[in-house]
């Protein structure tokens, strides 16, 4: 359910030009440049009340009724690099808060002190990133059922 989630995290920092990839399942990274390794570190998925019914939101011309869950999650944003540049990764994360995908409000964002990291053998400045997110779910034509969760920010005009 939180793949969708993890894909809107990596393309909104790409997007901000910080090289960035998926914590889990584990990938060889480049160690010539510093890098965001991305996951979940936690996450609780609330109701939204009178059995996750979120609205009404207009899909391809016509309107369907949303179900869906409020999640709160807490991203850990691992930034490893070759130098002690972790810092300026973490200014670069910052500065892109404003461009967040729609359906993530940021909560909070922090960051320890850097650390030599001797089994990656680079700096490592662990980062947590708190935020709210919508997760609708999406219906199959054919049957009606639930097929997927998705981010959304708005239902209605009114934020989620």
């Given at each position: 359910m939180?793949?969708?989630?993890?894909?809107?995290?990596?393309?909104?920092?790409?997007?901000?030009?910080?090289?960035?990839?998926?914590?889990?399942?584990?990938?060889?990274?480049?160690?010539?440049s510093a890098v965001v390794a991305v996951s979940i570190k936690s996450g609780v998925l609330t109701s939204s009340g009178a059995g996750n019914y979120l609205g009404i939101y207009e899909y391809g011309g016509s309107l369907k009724e949303v179900y869906g869950s409020r999640a709160e999650l807490c991203f850990a944003l691992d930034i490893y690099s070759p130098d002690s540049g972790t810092t300026e990764v973490f200014d670069e994360i910052a500065g892109a808060v404003p461009s967040l995908p729609d359906g993530l409000k940021l909560r909070s964002l922090a960051c320890a002190s850097p650390e030599f990291d001797s089994q990656s053998g680079m700096f490592c400045l662990k980062c947590e990133m708190k935020c709210t997110a919508i997760l609708v779910r999406t219906?199959?034509?054919?049957?009606?059922?639930?097929?997927?969760?998705?981010?959304?920010?708005?239902?209605?005009?009114?934020?989620?």
């Open positions: 939180f793949d969708n989630v993890i894909s809107a995290v990596l393309s909104w920092l790409s997007s901000a030009n910080i090289n960035a990839v998926e914590k889990f399942p584990e990938t060889k990274i480049d160690r010539e219906e199959t034509e054919e049957q009606g059922e639930f097929s997927d969760f998705v981010l959304r920010g708005e239902i209605n005009g009114h934020e989620c």
